[in-house]
């Protein structure tokens, strides 16, 4: 039997997901007022979060630690290009999170240690030193795409 694609939605009361975007209520964080907002869908968060895990797998610590970090990198500078509009806090906090975790390890699978030992790389070594990207904010200024 094959599902089917297209369905009838009532906004607010539901939600739907259209190109990696889920729609549907929204709430404002300073007036707490509900309003129909986009925000990435969970399947999208966790694909590029199995995808940082799989870039991150003991597989490929011959790797040196500036490849690995150029190619996590492009991961999360291709996840900010398309999921900048919308609410999408949440989502790069969670991304961010797992990145950072997921680097820790490989480095002290890298560097022989043990993973008590990740406290060795704060958030500002992997940021700062070895240049690791964070997704930010969204755009403030995207008067192109409120239409």
């Given amino acids: 039997?094959?599902?089917e694609k297209t369905r009838t939605c009532r906004l607010p009361e539901n939600s739907f997901?259209?190109?990696g975007y889920t729609f549907g209520r929204e709430y404002s964080p300073r007036t707490g007022g509900s309003y129909?907002?986009?925000?990435?869908s969970k399947k999208k968060v966790q694909r590029l979060c199995k995808a940082v895990s799989e870039q991150t797998d003991r597989r490929h610590t011959l790797l040196h630690v500036q490849e690995m970090v150029g190619k996590l990198n492009r991961m999360i500078a291709g996840w900010a290009n398309y999921f900048r509009l919308g609410s999408v806090r949440k989502a790069?906090?969670?991304?961010?999170?797992?990145?950072?975790?997921?680097?820790?390890q490989w480095l002290c699978?890298?560097?022989?240690?043990?993973?008590?030992?990740?406290?060795?790389?704060p958030a500002q070594y992997l940021y700062g030193q070895l240049g690791l990207r964070?997704?930010?904010?969204?755009?403030?200024?995207?008067?192109w795409a409120k239409a």
Avoid: Q
């Fill in 17 to 19: 997901d259209f190109p």
């Fill in 1 to 3: 039997m094959r599902r």
């Fill in 92 to 104: 790069n906090n969670a991304v961010n999170a797992h990145v950072r975790k997921r680097l820790r």
């Fill in 109 to 121: 699978r890298k560097h022989g240690l043990s993973a008590r030992k990740a406290y060795r790389y």
């Fill in 36 to 40: 129909i907002g986009r925000r990435p």
């Fill in 134 to 143: 964070t997704l930010g904010r969204a755009a403030t200024d995207l008067s």
